[in-house]
């Protein structure tokens, strides 16, 4: 377990955390201190930790996660709970050798999945002389890319227009995810309702984001509708930029 979390003076002035909401500002900064975490600052997150130790419920993490997700402040995936946090090593450093081989022996533990491969390729950019030390110790974790084994889905003419688009989604567990999430919110006939807001905002992230937001409205398919013939929305305005 980490005694202490590192928290930097200019995380108030930051544009990034400046326009978030205040339960998503505490979701963040439980995010960088919490006691799940590590020093690559990828790690998982089950919802259940965030639920019993911030005193929210399900419904509120997943909104609060998406507001961070949409910035973009964190990336995670659903069905593992891998949450790596965006920016980490403009902020964190490993100063020595018995610290790198720390970190990529955590790095091979994670969940395969794509925010996992992320994590590795951000690893590499940081060009740290002592992970670079140990590369041939760990080739096959920095030659690693998440595996696409699935074959193309056959052609189906009965299929309806959100089955179709599920099916054309099948390739990416983030758009599935999307899909199944949407369709719980906006009704089961919604696929192609999602499709269009996934169009409109060119990010699967920012779609999610847009249907949590949009499952705390009266008419979540009125909210999302007048999303997608409005597409410079509050969430595209929040999500510009990489580091924070």
């Known amino acids: 377990m980490r005694l202490y979390g590192r928290i930097e003076t200019s995380f108030w002035q930051n544009p990034k955390v400046r326009v978030l909401s205040k339960d998503a ?16 600052g990828c790690f998982v997150l089950p919802t259940g930790y965030i639920c019993a130790d911030l005193k929210l419920d399900e419904k509120q993490v997943s909104i609060l996660v998406s507001e961070l997700v949409s910035i973009p402040l964190i990336e995670r995936d659903p069905t593992t709970d891998l949450t790596r946090i965006i920016g980490w090593w403009g902020h964190n450093t490993i100063d020595n050798h ?15 999945c794509t925010v996992f491969v992320n994590a590795i390729q951000n690893l590499k950019q940081v060009n740290n002389r002592f992970v670079n030390e140990l590369e041939n110790e760990f080739q096959y974790l920095f030659a690693y890319t998440y595996p696409n084994t699935s074959q193309p889905p056959k052609p189906n003419l009965n299929l309806t227009e959100e089955d179709a688009a599920l099916q054309a989604a099948s390739e990416d567990s983030d758009e599935v995810s999307l899909f199944k999430r949407g369709k719980e919110i906006l009704g089961k006939n919604s696929g192609g309702l999602i499709k269009n807001l996934l169009a409109a905002k060119k990010s699967v992230a920012l779609a999610r984001a847009a249907v949590e937001h949009a499952s705390t409205k009266q008419d979540p398919r009125e909210y999302i509708g007048a999303m997608i013939r409005n597409k410079d929305s509050p969430e595209d305005l929040r999500a510009r930029g990489e580091a924070w």
């Open 98 to 112: 018995k610290a790198a081989k720390g970190a990529l022996k955590i790095l091979s533990t994670l969940p395969k």
């Open 25 to 40: 500002r505490t979701l963040l900064l439980y995010i960088l201190t919490c006691p799940h975490g590590n020093l690559i």
